[in-house]
């Protein structure tokens, strides 16, 4: 029952069925996907209360990287930075070979506004020896992550420096990216360029950095060479919507409402939900992320953009829906 509500995305389902299977079997690796689906819904309290009853030390979670991965997520979405500071860095130092302590380091770093701490790291050796491409979405993750938690002016110069770096450090057109960038509206999975992966983390930077024009022709450009990659088409639907071509939005937006995705609708409808917080619904566009998380959206996912806390920060309806659930 649990893996079949995880894979049809009724993460609550998943999450009171291995709860279930978590209460029956006491400190098993049913009590960790427990934290896991909290987690994944924005159950934080629960996530930690789970992962609470284990022990890193010993049992199913000894030495294992991904229990301390729930526990720094879940001081996330609860906003104790400091406390998820000190797990980073426990994470680094027992698994300092896992490929997330990066991702993690910059993020909580951001959350906390810290632009010397995340200048340094974007210095060190950890950062530069890396491939362009990864960098580039590292410095678009430290934007973003900077911009949601209210340090607007640390958020621009980041994304300056971003294309700064982007523009002297593109990589090889005929190498493929080191990154999984998804899958096609049919799930077949889609390999684009390396350079074509730092020149769609460019465009994100482009448009935090309220470039409009420039953005929308750097992700028409990319959706040129790669057509298969339709979330570029979310967008170009998102740009339009913010330029105040709401025509071109709708027609985007249309478009996205008649695909039937093979691997999940929660992706389209979170475009569908950015589209209608640029052209002002706010009231629609928080439906849509409501319907996106019932279709399995995890709450990270919903984290990530740029173009939902811009339009939507302010509004009282999606604080409520960020906000951890328990």
């Known amino acids: 029952d ?33 934290a896991l689906m909290a987690v994944r819904i924005g159950r934080p309290v629960e996530a930690r209360e789970a992962l609470g009853s284990l022990h890193p030390d ?9 229990y301390w991965i729930r526990l720094i997520e879940a001081s996330h979405q609860l906003g104790d930075h400091v406390r998820e500071l000190e797990e980073v860095r426990e994470l680094a130092t027992r698994h300092p070979d896992d490929r997330s302590v990066l991702f993690q380091n910059v993020r909580v770093l951001a959350a906390m506004g810290e632009a010397d701490s995340l200048q340094a790291l974007f210095r060190s050796r950890r950062m ?26 640390e958020a621009r110069e980041m994304a300056t420096q971003g294309i700064r770096w982007i523009d002297r450090s593109l990589p090889a057109t005929d190498r493929l990216s080191a990154l999984n960038v998804g ?12 350079r074509d992966e730092a020149m769609y983390q460019r465009a994100r ?35 339009l919507a913010w330029m105040g071509d709401e025509e071109g939005a709708r027609t985007v937006d249309s478009w996205l409402q008649s695909s039937t995705p093979e691997y999940g609708a929660s992706a389209v409808t979170l475009w ?18 409501q319907r996106a998380r019932l279709e399995g959206r995890i709450w990270d996912s919903l984290h990530a953009w740029f173009h939902l806390y811009d339009a939507l920060g302010d509004d009282p309806a999606f604080q409520r829906f960020m906000a951890p659930q328990g």
């Open 2 to 34: 649990y893996s079949r509500a995880v894979l049809d995305g009724d993460l609550d389902k998943a999450r009171a069925t291995i709860r279930r299977a978590a209460e029956l079997a006491p400190g098993s690796k049913a009590v960790y996907n427990w």
């Open 183 to 194: 899958v096609d509206i049919t799930g077949v999975r889609i390999d684009i360029t390396a």
């Open 205 to 239: 930077l482009l448009e935090l950095l309220s470039r409009k024009e420039e953005a929308l022709a750097a992700y028409e450009d990319l959706l040129e060479t790669n057509p298969r990659a339709w979330w570029l088409r979310g967008h170009r639907g998102v740009m």
């Open 128 to 153: 530069t020896g890396l491939r362009p491409e990864i960098v580039s979405r590292r410095y678009r993750n430290a934007a973003v992550e900077l911009f949601a938690h209210g340090h607007d002016a």
């Open 272 to 289: 569908r939900a950015g589209i209608a917080a640029r052209l002002g619904e706010h009231k629609r566009a928080v439906a849509l992320l």
């Open 58 to 66: 010993r049992g199913v979670m000894r030495d294992v990287s991904r």
